[in-house]
Structure formats: structure tokens, C-alpha cells
Antibody, heavy 129, light 108 residues
């Protein structure tokens, strides 16, 4: 059974960089049918997509966060990561990683248009001095 | 950008049917996915591609999508169905995932 687990600091200072890693077990991050995504949820609020990446390194980002966000993949460790720069209190949230289905054809995927079908339990990140 | 509109809250009596709507411009032309999030837990996919239900999700949960509204229907509502429900689509015009604002379902 596929499992995802987020890890990283729970407290980040304003203006610094938030870094999280998602470790995938029970499946391969190199799957030709899957993207891998990050979603966040501020306390008491709804879900916000951050970005998703394919094993090739092709990534898609939320336009409102693109200037501050980088998602990367490490196939050798079966992990993918999130970096968000210049954080503020507004970035305080539960951060989830998830497997993200894509539009795929001919052995490759073109964009992450599908569902998030497996989620990590989430990692709470607080931005505060 | 593409906007998905959900009612903030829906109430249903035990054993009755709840309908949660997700409105969007010509949403019937898009694939809609639905998630259930219970308090303090990660979301769980309950419907994908408008109507597909994972094997672990009971048959009394169903989806429909046409025109400007997608609908998640929960029949025979139970206390365990109390949760926040989110719809999600892919906005191909901006290459981005869009979530609805979420609907809190209360089983009275």
C-alpha cells in the first residue's frame, strides 16, 4: 500500500526558506503514470494547491506562488521536496504531500490533471520569529 | 482564474440524502474530483472523474457533473459522514489545480 510521509522543521522564521520532504514507500516515485504534489491548508481554512512534479523533473506550480516555490524530485531516495522562499505568517499551514494523477499517453505524462489519490498525514509549519 | 463555488455548509438528517454542489463556468466540460476531510485528518478521495468511486468508498456516495454544476450526493447519511468536502478540477487555461472553498456537512 502506498504511503507518503512529510518531514521538515515545524517552525520557520519570517523571510526565511521553508523546506519539506515527502518520502514515498510502497511504490515508486518513478512511476510513469503519476505526478507528486504539495497542497497546504491554513488553520481553519480550505485547501490550496502549491505544485506538482513528474519523475522527469517537469513541474507545474500555482501561479500565485510560482515566484517563491520550487518542487524537486530525488528518484534515488524515492522522495520529492518543497522549498518556499521569503515566508511570512500567511504561509503558516498544514502542508500535505500526495500522489497526483496525470494525463498520460504513450508511456509519459503531460500534465497533472487528475486526482490526489493518496495523501500524507500532513506537516504543520508555523512561521514566527 | 477559474473559480469553484461551494456552499459553506449543508445539513442533513440521519438516513436522508445530502447534496453538495460545486459550481463553475461550464464545469461539465471538466473532470471533477471530490475529497472528504474529517476533523484533524488528511483529505481522502471519495470521487474521481465526476463519478468514479474508489473501492473503499461506499456506494451511497456518488457524483454527477453537467452544465455549470457538479454534485456530490450522500445517501442514507450517517454520523460518520460529518466532514468537510472539497471539489477539485484542473484549469487547463492556466495549467493549475483549483479547489473549491469546501462545504461542511453536518448530520443532525
Amino acid at each position: 500500500q502506498l504511503q507518503l510521509q512529510e518531514s521538515g522543521p515545524g517552525l520557520v522564521k519570517p523571510s526565511e526558506t521553508l523546506s519539506l520532504t515527502c518520502t514515498v514507500s510502497g511504490g515508486s516515485i518513478s512511476s510513469i503514470l503519476d505526478y507528486w504534489g504539495w497542497i497546504r491548508q491554513p488553520p481553519g481554512k480550505g485547501l490550496e494547491w502549491i505544485g506538482s512534479i513528474y519523475s522527469s523533473g517537469s513541474a507545474f506550480y500555482n501561479p500565485s506562488l510560482r515566484s517563491r516555490v520550487t518542487v524537486s524530485v530525488d528518484t534515488s531516495r524515492n522522495q520529492f521536496s518543497l522549498k518556499m522562499t521569503s515566508v511570512t505568517a500567511a504561509d503558516t499551514a498544514m502542508y500535505f504531500c500526495a500522489r497526483h494523477g496525470g494525463y498520460c499517453s504513450g508511456g509519459t505524462c503531460f500534465y497533472p490533471s487528475g486526482e490526489f489519490d493518496s495523501w500524507g498525514q500532513g506537516s504543520l509549519v508555523t512561521v514566527s520569529s | 482564474s477559474y473559480v469553484l463555488t461551494q456552499p459553506p455548509s449543508v445539513s442533513v438528517a440521519p438516513g436522508k440524502t445530502a447534496s453538495i454542489t460545486c459550481g463553475g463556468d461550464n464545469i461539465g466540460l471538466k473532470n471533477v474530483h471530490w475529497y472528504q476531510q474529517k476533523s484533524g485528518q488528511a483529505p481522502v478521495q471519495v470521487i474521481s472523474y465526476d463519478t468514479d468511486r474508489p473501492s473503499a468508498i461506499p456506494k451511497r456516495i456518488s457524483g454527477f457533473n453537467a452544465g455549470n454544476t457538479a454534485t456530490l450526493t450522500i445517501s442514507g447519511a450517517e454520523a460518520g459522514d460529518e466532514a468537510d468536502y472539497y471539489c477539485q478540477v484542473w484549469d487547463s487555461s492556466r495549467d493549475q489545480v483549483v479547489f473549491g472553498g469546501g462545504t461542511k456537512l453536518t448530520v443532525l
